[in-house]
């Protein structure tokens, strides 16, 4: 899958890594048996030969091995800290938040995300954020562990009852990204999506206005029905 954020550019690029020194073990050792499978064949009858010793040869082996294995281990130290890097708004993103992340909070529940925003919006499902910004999602949880997982964007992390898990990352391109359930939190958790809408900062400063202007009205109307008596 396709990655637009810089940090999951880092896990992509570490996936790749980790794919070819898979395949390159693998070409390596079904080679190697092949060879020595033709090379020392024996005639049909006869008794084949037992080879002996080829300490030489074990050291050379292990040798490369151990360098595979060390190199291995330092380019997966050195991508999960770029991945781990703290993320900042760019140039194009929501000019009023240079120095700190765009805080959104985000609460699972059986089985739909809420996402609240610094003004009081709220939506469900869906998160709007601005391009080119930090966002520092704070999960939450009102029932079960819930996973928020929209790989092109974000690392995976879960929704904890009775704790906040923070997932920072910095939004890249403009589109939508959809996310799916990665943890079996009830019945219906395979239908628990979500979608990430990265838009202008000027859309989402109107989408945030808009959607809180909307809220209010709903509010007011029901307060309205009750107060004349009408069952809303
Ligand atoms: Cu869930």
């Keep these: 899958m396709a990655s637009h954020s810089p940090g999951t550019d880092q896990i992509d690029t570490l996936f790749w890594i980790g794919f070819f020194a898979a395949a390159i073990l693998i070409v390596a050792i079904v080679g190697a048996l092949l060879y020595v499978v033709r090379r020392y064949r024996g005639e049909r009858g006869a008794e084949p030969r037992q080879l002996l010793g080829g300490r030489r040869l074990q050291f050379r082996v292990g040798a490369v091995l151990t360098v595979f294995a ?19 708004t760019g140039d194009a993103g929501l000019a009023s938040l240079k120095s700190e992340p765009l805080k959104i909070e985000a609460t699972g529940q059986q089985w739909l995300w809420r996402y609240d925003y610094p003004n009081g919006a709220f ?101 309205g029905q009750i107060e004349n008596g009408d069952t809303p």
């Design 123 to 223: 939506s469900y499902y869906k998160l709007v954020v601005p391009v080119d910004t930090a966002v520092e999602l704070s999960l939450e949880s009102t029932d079960v562990v819930h996973t928020w997982n929209v790989e092109e964007l974000a690392r995976k992390a879960d929704a904890v009852p009775g704790k906040t898990n923070k997932v920072l990352f910095s939004t890249g391109d403009e589109g939508n990204y959809v996310g799916d359930s990665a943890t079996l939190s009830g019945q219906a958790y395979a239908a628990m999506r979500t979608e990430v809408e990265v838009v202008s900062p000027e859309e989402y400063e109107e989408f945030v206005e808009t959607q809180l202007e909307e809220i209010q009205t709903a509010q007011e109307t029901v307060v």
């Design 70 to 88: 060390a190199l291995l281990f330092i380019l997966g130290i050195v991508f999960t800290d770029n991945a781990r890097e703290k993320p900042s």
